[in-house]
């Protein structure tokens, strides 16, 4: 019972930090924005012991890294990418 008590006080967190991430005007602090929102998540299904979930915000977490770094250096990250990560998530979930 700690354990959902845990997860969802995590999970209202995350929430917080996706609602400030999407008020931010600059590309790269929604990115890093939603990188914490992943990794909160992560940490919440860990909790859970929702291990598919974990497996997928992973993923998400590391394709918005990956378009961060592709923001970084002002390139759009290509379209083969986005669906080999859309593929693997659709995958493993």
Do not use: H, R, W
Not at 39 to 47: D, E, G, P, R, V
Request: with cysteine; hydrophobic share 55%.
């Amino acid at each position: 019972m700690a354990n959902i008590i845990v997860a969802n006080v995590i999970l209202g967190i995350s929430s917080l930090i996706n609602v400030i991430t999407m008020q931010q005007k600059d590309k790269k602090n929604i990115l890093i924005g939603l990188t914490f929102v992943n990794l909160t998540a992560i940490i919440c299904y860990c909790f859970l012991n929702s291990y598919s979930a974990v497996i997928v915000d992973a993923i998400a977490m590391f394709q918005t890294y990956i378009k961060y770094k592709f923001e970084q250096k002002d390139k759009k990250m290509p379209v083969y990418l986005q669906l080999i990560f859309i593929a693997i998530s659709i995958i493993i979930a």
